[in-house]
């Protein structure tokens, strides 16, 4: 394990689950379409109480249609418990490049959301993970969580920094 002061290069492609097992083995929640590109990465960086650290993933398997993987210095139980929660970061540059159609959530952080009938709802502040989907929590005068599937993110226009969606503005 290193520290890593990169963290502002750093993409976020998923999260530290639950431990898996006694013999250090952790669940993973994969942000990657499709969810198996996460384990493309044997080097990550994890959040660990605020700070980044990397890990390197030494063995990956599935459970019960869950990604999981054994990080090297993590052996038992309690130390892959510690990391219950964690985030997991790639550096940009070692991700693939994107096309038009597909994008990182951290590129449209600061983005402006109009929907389909031009009228400005805010911009993006960040992601909210639910068990059913990701939410795009979208700010202004007001907040909208705006879920972050086709049916609802119509374009993203990154270099004019615009996101359109298909939402009522009246369903806040």
Not at 49 to 76: F, H, P
Request: aromatic share 6%; glycine share 10%.
């Amino acid at each position: 394990m290193t520290m890593s002061g990169e963290s502002s290069s750093l993409i976020e492609l998923g999260v530290v689950g639950a431990p898996f097992g006694v013999r250090g083995w952790v669940k993973l929640r994969s942000f990657t379409d499709p969810p198996d590109r996460l384990l493309q990465h044997r080097s990550v960086q994890l959040r660990v109480g605020g700070s980044w650290v990397a890990y390197k993933i030494e063995a990956s398997g599935r459970s019960g249609g869950q990604l999981t993987a054994k990080l090297k210095g993590v052996n038992d139980r309690d130390q892959a418990g510690i990391l219950r929660g964690a985030q997991i970061g790639v550096p940009r540059a070692e991700l693939p490049p994107r096309d038009d159609k597909d994008f990182y959530r951290a590129d449209l952080i600061g983005c402006e959301v109009v929907n389909l009938a031009g009228r400005y709802l805010g911009k993006v502040q960040h992601f909210v993970e639910t068990p059913a989907q990701v939410l795009m929590v979208v700010r202004d005068e007001k907040e909208y969580w705006v879920p972050a599937v086709p049916l609802h993110l119509r374009r993203v226009d990154l270099t004019a920094r615009q996101v359109v969606v298909d939402w009522d503005d009246a369903a806040g």
